[in-house]
């Protein structure tokens, strides 16, 4: 059903999913990368051995991958209600 933009429901719901997801993905690749890297730099500095908590690691990145769809999926009736024509008689 379109939209008073003409707009199938499905393209703004995807186009609002990539708008929130792509970011996040690349703060959490970037932070995994950084972080990683930071640990074992000093580590080796400190002359300990390298173990990194892979299990809490993925739990707070499949977190931050879960808070993101989850508000996603609460903004999209605002989205539709946005896009509907009588969303647009009041602006």
Request: net charge positive; glycine share 10%.
């Amino acid at each position: 059903m379109p939209t008073a933009f003409g707009t199938r429901r499905r393209t703004l719901a995807a186009a609002l999913l990539c708008q929130c997801v792509l970011p996040v993905l690349l703060g959490l690749a970037l932070a995994l990368a950084f972080g990683t890297g930071l640990a074992t730099g000093l580590l080796s500095l400190t002359s300990l051995p390298l173990a990194l908590p892979w299990a809490q690691i993925g739990l707070l990145c499949a977190a931050g991958a879960a808070a993101v769809l989850l508000v996603t999926a609460l903004s999209l009736p605002a989205l539709w209600r946005a896009g509907a024509v009588r969303g647009l008689r009041h602006e």
